[in-house]
């Protein structure tokens, strides 16, 4: 596990070996705690995955869907995807009912997640080295970032929630790869 954590860089280590397990001891020992219930579903059933797993699973689909490779392995993990997109489903009806029970906990929700955002679109952004292939191949840098800012915008959506998520401000290309980008 220690060695995975050093890979994974500290955004992700935050979110998983930080705040989940702080909410969820907190969650342990204050059961009865609708506001860290409500803390715990929105980081795991909508920001980790309802953003952070969807984000991955669809370009993975996408990327095999058009390279037409590995339909067996297509299959069995769309069957996975859909699967989590129903825990994903509770979580935001769970949230809509809290929602609509007491307004506070839709300013609750959104206070969450805005401090977690920067950290989100940086982790989205593709690895220095990645940035030259995917810009000769056409790709949006961009994408993952998007995807998580407009995921989490249906979620909030649905849960009733009116307020909007800012677009992640564009990856920045540093300057010996600019060449790549004039030659397309």
Do not use: C
């Not at 954590?5 to 500290?10: A, F």
């Not at 069995?76 to 029970?101: A, C, I, N």
């Not at 955002?117 to 989205?124: Q, S």
């Not at 407009?150 to 307020?163: D, E, F, M, N, T």
């Amino acid at each position: 596990m220690a060695e995975a954590q050093q890979h994974m860089g500290p955004f992700y280590n935050y979110i998983f070996y930080e705040l989940l397990p702080e909410i969820s001891q907190a969650l342990r020992r204050n059961p009865r705690d609708l506001n860290l219930l409500v803390d715990g579903i929105t980081l795991y059933h909508i920001f980790i995955e309802g953003a952070m797993a969807l984000a991955g699973q669809t370009r993975m689909l996408q990327l095999y869907r058009d390279l037409n490779i590995f339909p067996g392995f297509q299959k069995g993990f769309l069957d996975v995807t859909r699967d989590e997109s129903r825990h994903v489903l509770f979580g935001v009806k769970f949230l809509y009912d809290m929602v609509q029970s007491d307004n506070q906990y839709a300013y609750r929700i959104i206070d969450f997640l805005n401090p977690l955002l920067p950290g989100l679109y940086d982790f989205g952004r593709p690895r220095a080295e990645y940035i030259p292939g995917m810009l000769k191949q056409g790709q949006d840098l961009d994408w993952t970032p998007k995807f998580y800012a407009s995921s989490l915008r249906r979620k909030l959506r649905a849960i009733g929630i009116h307020a909007d998520i800012p677009d992640p401000k564009p990856t920045p290309i540093p300057p010996e790869f600019e060449a790549v980008l004039s030659r397309n």
